[in-house]
Every structure is written in C-alpha cells, then in structure tokens.
Nanobody, 120 residues
C-alpha cells in the first residue's frame, strides 16, 4: 500500500518560515511528479506547487510565487515545500500528492495532510 506522509507543519507568526516534507513509501515514486495542495477552513482545496520527477520543472500558484519553493530528493523519496514570508492567509491543511509524470495525468495518491497556522 502506498503511503504519503507529510510533516513539518505547525504554528508560526507572519513573516516566519516553515519547511514541509512528504515521504513516500514506494521507490517507484521517484518517477512520479509530486505536488502540494492546501485547504483552508470553508474553502476548496487549491493547488500550491508541482515538481516534475527529475526536479527540472516546477510550477507555483500565483499566491505563493516568490515565497514558496518546491524541491525533491529522489534518493530519499521525499519532496519538500520551503515556505518563507508566511502570511495569515497561508493558514491551511497542506497535502502532498503524486501523479505519473505524463501530460494530462491526474493526482492519484494523497497524504493525510499537515496543519499550518500563521498568526498575525
């Protein structure tokens, strides 16, 4: 059974930084694209960032561009989300996900989420 496990969430103040990690239990995921999504209370889940299997291409939501950085270490089957200059509106449950790295593929595997709370 495939498991994606997020860690690194917590309570921080506006302007602080956090780094989220997402480890996956299967080595074959090194060939998968990985992404981060978030869901704030009362809102729909939204895309945050995505990285190709090689790490050579990354995409970001406009709301986090320039503040967040997605990266991956395939030797450790882990993807990271470095979040800088955090704002209260970044408060959400953050989920990592994985999909085959092919055009038009959908995210098939999801973690349980980690809470990030940013106080003003």
């Amino acid at each position: 059974q495939v498991q994606l496990v997020e860690s690194g969430g917590g309570l921080v103040q506006a302007g602080d930084s956090l780094r989220l990690s997402c480890a996956v239990s299967r080595r074959t995921f090194s060939s998968y694209a990985r992404g981060w999504f978030r869901q704030a209370p009362g809102k729909e889940r939204e895309f945050v960032a995505d990285i190709s299997w090689s790490g050579g291409m990354a995409y970001y939501a406009d709301s986090v561009k320039g503040r967040f950085t997605i990266s991956r270490d395939n030797a450790k089957n882990t993807v990271y989300l470095q979040m800088n200059s955090l704002k209260p509106e970044d408060t959400a449950v953050y989920y990592c996900a994985a999909r085959p790295d092919t055009l038009g593929s959908q995210y098939k595997y999801w973690g349980q989420g980690t809470q990030v709370t940013v106080s003003s």
